[in-house]
Nanobody, 128 residues
Framework: QVRFVESGGDLVQTGGSLRLSCAAS????????IGWFRQAPGKEREGVSGISASDLSTYYADSVKGRFTISRDNVKKTVYLQMNSLKPEDTGVYYC?????????????????????WGQGTQVTVSS
């Protein structure tokens, strides 16, 4: 059974930092590109960052470029999202998921329908 578990969310002030973790089980993490998504209240789920399976190429949404860094440890079966200089608009539930359609994240966007095995999410709240 494939399972993703997100953790590391918290309440922080503007300008603060958080490190989210996405622990995977039931699959060979090396075989999958992994994405981080977020969903704010009343808004659609949006792609934040993704990391490819093999060449470790990455994607970042324009809103987080220069502030967020995605990385992966295939031995620990964990993907991380380091979030710095947090803003109130970063508030939301953060999810990770595996791309079941391609091993390399596209350069321009993250297609929600390509991802599966969603975790339960971790809440990030940035106070102003």
């Amino acid at each position: 059974q494939v399972r993703f578990v997100e953790s590391g969310g918290d309440l922080v002030q503007t300008g603060g930092s958080l490190r989210l973790s996405c622990a995977a089980s039931g699959l060979t993490l090396d075989d999958y590109a992994i994405g981080w998504f977020r969903q704010a209240p009343g808004k659609e789920r949006e792609g934040v960052s993704g990391i490819s399976a093999s060449d470790l190429s990455t994607y970042y949404a324009d809103s987080v470029k220069g502030r967020f860094t995605i990385s992966r440890d295939n031995v620990k079966k964990t993907v991380y999202l380091q979030m710095n200089s947090l803003k109130p608009e970063d508030t939301g539930v953060y999810y990770c998921a595996a791309n079941t359609m391609r091993r390399r994240v596209p350069a321009g966007t993250m297609w929600l329908h390509e991802y599966d095995y969603w975790g339960q999410g971790t809440q990030v709240t940035v106070s102003s």
